[in-house]
C-alpha cells in the first residue's frame, strides 16, 4: 500500500491546504521540513513537498530543503506543491527544482494568500497529485470481472444521489446486465436529485469475503408507457402488462457504469494497492 508523507516549510499551511491534502492522498502523514526525520526516507513510497511563495513567487525554504536532499529524493516517487499568490512563476521555480533532480515532477501551485485560500483549489490539486502516486495496478480486465461477479451475485445496494446541498442514500434490489444496473421505484425523493443530477454513486460490501465495491454512473429515469420501460421489463423478465396496471407508477431507472472501484484488504500480501480501478 502506497503511503504518502507530505513535507511542508510553514506551519500556516497546515489547516488550509495540508490537512485537506492528507485527506485525499490515501494513507498520509505530513511534517514540517524541520521535524523532518531520516527514517521517513524509507517508510513512505510518495513524498510531497511544498510551501509557500512570496510575492515574487519565490519559494526558498522549498528550494533549499530539495537542494539539500538532492541525492535521496532523486530516487524518490514525488510531487511539489505551493500555495502563491502569483502562480506562475511559482510553479516555474519548482518546475526547474525538478529538473535538477533529472525527472518530472508533477507540480501543483494553489492561489492565493496566507489569509485566503479556496478550498475547491486545494482539493482539485491533491485530487491530481492522488493520480501520480506509485501503485501496481491489476489487469484492468480482471478488476472488472471481481466487479461483475460481486453485481451478479448480491441482490441489493446503495444508491447515493445528490443535487446542490440535498444528498440521499437508499437501498435498492437490482438487476446488473452489461455495464447497467437497472431497478424499479415508485415515486420518491431520490427523484428530486435524479432529475436535477444525473450522475450517480453506488456501493456495497460483502461478506464473509470483505470485499468492497463503489461504482459511478449515470441514470436514466424510464417512464411507464414508454418503449423503454417495455424493453427494461422485458430484458429483465418481468411482466410489463402487469406493471401497466398497478395502482401507482412503477417508474424504471437503468444506470450506465462508468468508473468501478474495487477493494479487497488481502491485496496487499500480493503487492497490489487493496482498491483497484476499471472502466466499463
Same mark, same amino acid.
Given at each position: 500500500?502506497?503511503?504518502?508523507?507530505?513535507?511542508?516549510?510553514?506551519?500556516?499551511?497546515?489547516?488550509?491546504? @495540508?490537512?485537506?491534502?492528507?485527506?485525499?492522498?490515501?494513507?498520509?502523514?505530513?511534517?514540517?521540513? *524541520?521535524?523532518?526525520?531520516?527514517?521517513?526516507?524509507?517508510?513512505? $513510497?510518495?513524498?510531497?513537498?511544498?510551501? *509557500?511563495?512570496?510575492?515574487?513567487?519565490?519559494?526558498?525554504? @522549498?528550494?533549499?530543503?530539495?537542494?539539500?536532499?538532492? $541525492?535521496?529524493?532523486?530516487?524518490?516517487?514525488?510531487?511539489?506543491?505551493?500555495?502563491?499568490?502569483?502562480?506562475?512563476?511559482?510553479?516555474?521555480?519548482?518546475?526547474?527544482? *525538478?529538473?535538477?533532480?533529472?525527472?518530472?515532477?508533477?507540480?501543483?501551485?494553489?492561489?492565493?494568500?496566507?489569509?485566503?485560500?479556496?478550498?475547491?483549489?486545494?482539493?482539485?490539486?491533491?485530487? /491530481?497529485? /492522488?493520480?501520480?502516486?506509485? $501503485?501496481? /495496478?491489476?489487469?484492468?480486465?480482471?478488476?472488472?470481472?471481481?466487479?461483475?461477479?460481486?453485481?451478479?451475485?448480491?441482490?441489493?445496494?446503495?444508491?447515493?444521489?445528490?443535487?446542490?446541498?440535498?444528498?440521499?442514500?437508499?437501498?435498492?434490489?437490482?438487476?446488473?446486465?452489461?455495464?447497467?444496473?437497472?431497478?424499479?421505484?415508485?415515486?420518491?425523493?431520490?427523484?428530486?436529485?435524479?432529475?436535477?443530477?444525473?450522475?450517480?454513486?453506488?456501493?456495497?460490501?460483502?461478506?464473509?469475503?470483505?470485499?468492497?465495491?463503489?461504482?459511478?454512473?449515470?441514470?436514466?429515469?424510464?417512464?411507464?408507457?414508454?418503449?423503454?420501460?417495455?424493453?427494461?421489463?422485458?430484458?429483465?423478465?418481468?411482466?410489463?402488462?402487469?406493471?401497466?396496471?398497478?395502482?401507482?407508477?412503477?417508474?424504471?431507472?437503468?444506470?450506465?457504469?462508468?468508473?468501478?472501484?474495487?477493494?479487497?484488504?488481502?491485496?496487499?500480501?500480493?503487492?497490489?494497492?487493496?482498491?483497484?480501478?476499471?472502466?466499463?
Amino acid at each position: 500500500m502506497t503511503r504518502t508523507l507530505i513535507v511542508f516549510d510553514n506551519p500556516e499551511l497546515l489547516d488550509t491546504v @495540508v490537512k485537506p491534502m492528507s485527506l485525499i492522498l490515501g494513507p498520509s502523514k505530513y511534517c514540517l521540513m *524541520s521535524e523532518f526525520k531520516e527514517t521517513y526516507k524509507e517508510a513512505y $513510497q510518495f513524498f510531497v513537498i511544498g510551501g *509557500s511563495a512570496d510575492t515574487s513567487g519565490k519559494t526558498g525554504v @522549498v528550494d533549499s530543503f530539495i537542494s539539500a536532499n538532492r $541525492q535521496w529524493l532523486g530516487e524518490k516517487q514525488l510531487a511539489f506543491f505551493t500555495r502563491a499568490e502569483n502562480p506562475v512563476p511559482a510553479a516555474a521555480g519548482l518546475a526547474e527544482a *525538478s529538473r535538477a533532480l533529472g525527472q518530472s515532477v508533477p507540480v501543483e501551485v494553489v492561489p492565493g494568500t496566507a489569509g485566503h485560500v479556496d478550498m475547491s483549489q486545494v482539493v482539485e490539486a491533491a485530487m /491530481r497529485l /492522488r493520480a501520480t502516486r506509485p $501503485q501496481k /495496478r491489476m489487469d484492468p480486465a480482471e478488476v472488472k470481472k471481481r466487479i461483475e461477479a460481486i453485481l451478479n451475485k448480491e441482490l441489493y445496494l446503495i444508491l447515493g444521489t445528490a443535487s446542490g446541498a440535498r444528498v440521499r442514500a437508499t437501498t435498492i434490489g437490482y438487476t446488473y446486465k452489461d455495464g447497467y444496473i437497472y431497478f424499479f421505484a415508485e415515486g420518491s425523493e431520490k427523484y428530486a436529485n435524479l432529475l436535477l443530477n444525473p450522475h450517480v454513486s453506488l456501493a456495497l460490501y460483502t461478506f464473509p469475503e470483505k470485499e468492497g465495491v463503489q461504482v459511478s454512473g449515470t441514470a436514466s429515469i424510464l417512464y411507464p408507457g414508454s418503449k423503454e420501460y417495455e424493453e427494461m421489463c422485458r430484458l429483465l423478465g418481468r411482466d410489463h402488462k402487469r406493471y401497466m396496471g398497478l395502482s401507482f407508477l412503477l417508474n424504471g431507472i437503468a444506470i450506465k457504469l462508468h468508473k468501478g472501484e474495487y477493494y479487497l484488504g488481502t491485496l496487499g500480501k500480493e503487492g497490489y494497492e487493496t482498491k483497484q480501478v476499471c472502466y466499463f
